[in-house]
């Protein structure tokens, strides 16, 4: 019975705790990167976005400078 309480202490028990850490630590790792891929698609839309804001704007502008060489040559 000793010996059964000696491994339960110094064997299962450190191991048990160590997995029980590493278990914590790959959730909030995985949280993390969650998080992380998160903010890279929310930063990647804005970019896209903006992107596309200022083709349309380029487009007026373009369109606005033909309709105005057009009156000029008229």
Request: no cysteine; aromatic share 6%; hydrophobic share 45%.
């Given at each position: 019975?000793?010996?059964?309480d000696?491994?339960?202490?110094?064997?299962?028990?450190?191991i048990?705790?160590?997995?029980?850490?590493?278990?914590?630590?790959?959730?909030?790792?995985?949280?993390?990167?969650?998080?992380?891929?998160?903010?890279?698609?929310?930063?990647?839309?804005?970019?896209?976005?903006?992107?596309?804001e200022?083709?349309?704007?380029?487009?007026?502008?373009?369109?606005?400078?033909?309709?105005?060489?057009?009156?000029?040559?008229?």
């Amino acid at each position: 019975m000793d010996l059964l309480d000696l491994a339960l202490k110094w064997v299962v028990a450190p191991i048990a705790a160590f997995i029980w850490l590493m278990y914590n630590k790959q959730q909030e790792h995985h949280v993390t990167l969650a998080v992380i891929q998160n903010q890279i698609e929310a930063n990647k839309e804005a970019h896209d976005r903006e992107n596309k804001e200022m083709r349309d704007n380029l487009r007026a502008i373009f369109s606005k400078l033909d309709s105005i060489e057009t009156a000029l040559r008229k």
